[in-house]
């Protein structure tokens, strides 16, 4: 049998991939409750964990040197379930009836999934998985063997989920792209294969293939092609071959400066979340950081990172930045980014709730180290401290306020502090609305479109049966957009758009009439939009 079946799926990573399809067979790890060797199996128990937290350490340093600190993590955080207390004295008592070490280890991960479960809080509940990766990886340790032997050819991995570890193991072999059952578009595993520029479906349910049979993933449309035709054969070929030209093509415009007609500059800078992402972002020719999201690094860990740790971050994204400034966002965190480790109230409808700077101004000991490490930070580089979900200028003031109390107490301490400017992120309607009172208190806005769109339309971003409305070409949009910038030039104050409309080259040519002073695009997009705007404004400096 060799027609063609089509199967759609949703885009978590874009691109597209051609392979066999390697079906993940999820090895039985149910071990039966029989009874072991009393003091053997204990042995076997620890000795297996001591060689999965060395292994994991290792998977740590790799994955780190790969894709960076932040996506990798998550092996320092399965290395620490290992130490956890109740982990291991739910796999004692087991040990303790008599049973083996892989029916402790089963014991263990049960007792801790239950406890996730009884919760009911989604994040931690998304932890869940992590406990069946490291119980599989615990289990293969006792059993001595993997069980996995990926193909010798270009293949697509098909599984129901995937774990961060089976990513970082798929990353050495000759896996092309992903398509998970189930999945979710922003899980780890998500962050990880994007990292690896690893095209990922999710959602795409069940379909059955044979080994031989080949496979064509397609990122752009979420389509998952068995037998393709010839045509789409083909097409294939020529896409891969486009996007050869494509790199080659956008690497002329690299170093270009851009001006308007009028003479006004238009900087194309770099929107990132971790150091690694500066890095790239300085080698494809970004102009600066326009967007750096400091909320991923208070996510996904144990608790607050301190103001050293904050402080060696900034710095270095500001030395990464430089001659160009960087601006970097106070934290975003609330709504859909809560840290497990966060006391937050349960919300009825936490996008329009304590989010952004609302929540940074109800919690100095949370706010406080960040601005703190910012202001220490600034002697480093061109500093931007943007605030993010602002409705008033009384907000910015408060954190004037607060920067100006805390570089006080930072010059007391013997700490020098540099010059900074403050930026306010226009992502409400409030805020585009009342852009000339924030230039007042500011010195920069950036406007960012994800959200305007989702407050301005009343429609969540991430819905997905209402994403066909929520159409950034929409007047309202528009006219936000417009007044934003009008006001910031008639205050004399400097505006980017940082949402992801920015770095649409479909959007481009209509962005431009806007007149912004900055668009800040993702870093994998920068050559598309060098190159887009190329075709409409002056250039210099190649
Ligand atoms: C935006 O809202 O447009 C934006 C850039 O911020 P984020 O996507 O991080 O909410
Ligand atoms: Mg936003």
Known sequence: MTHRIKVKGKIAVGGKALGVIYEKQKKDI????????????????????????????????????????????????????????????????????????????????????????????????????????????????????????????????????????????????????????????????????????????????????????????????????????????????????????????????????????????????????????????????????????????????????????QLSLYRRVLALAFPHRAVIRTFDLGADKVPGWYPMAKEINPALGLRGVRLALCDPALFDPQLRALLRASLDGSLVILLPMVTSPDEVRAVRERLEALTKVLASEGHAVGQYSLGVMIETPAAALMAEELCEVSEYLSIGTNDLLQYTLAIDREHPALSHLADPRHPAMRRLIERTVNAAHEKGVAVGICGEIAGDTALTKELLTFGADTLSVSVSKVPAVKEAVAKHLASDGK
């Open 30 to 309: 149910s071990p039966s409750a029989e009874t072991g060797h009393g003091e053997e199996e204990r042995l076997r128990f620890y000795g297996a964990v001591s060689h999965v937290k060395a292994i994991l350490e290792q998977v740590y340093r790799e994955s780190e040197e790969r894709v960076g600190r932040e996506e990798s993590e998550i092996f320092l955080i399965h290395g620490l379930i290992l130490e956890d207390e109740d982990f291991l004295s739910a796999a004692e008592k087991a040990l303790e009836k008599g049973h083996t070490a892989e029916y402790a280890v089963i014991a263990a991960r049960d007792y801790a999934v239950d406890a996730l479960r009884a919760t009911e809080d989604p994040l931690l509940l998304s932890r869940c998985d992590d406990l069946f990766d490291l119980a599989s990886r615990l289990i293969s340790e006792l059993t001595e063997e993997d069980g996995t032997v990926y193909p010798e050819e270009d293949f697509l991995y098909y599984a129901t989920d995937l774990t961060p570890g089976e990513v970082m193991a798929l990353d050495e072999s000759r896996c092309v792209g992903i398509l998970l059952r189930k999945g979710s578009l922003r899980s780890h595993a998500a962050i990880l294969a994007g990292a690896l520029s690893l095209p990922l479906l999710v959602e795409v349910g069940e379909f059955s293939a044979q080994e031989e049979t080949p496979v064509l993933l397609d990122g752009e449309t979420g389509e998952v092609i068995l037998f393709p035709s010839d045509e789409e054969f083909e097409a294939f070929r020529l896409w891969q071959k486009e996007k050869e030209e494509e790199k080659k093509r956008q690497r002329v415009f690299r170093d270009v400066r851009f001006h308007y007609p009028s003479g006004r500059g238009l900087l194309i800078s770099a929107n990132a979340g971790s150091l690694e992402e500066c890095e790239r972002a300085r080698e494809v020719g970004a102009e600066g950081v326009g967007l750096f999201r400091s909320e991923f690094l208070f996510m996904e860990r144990e608790d607050a990172p301190s103001e050293e740790e």
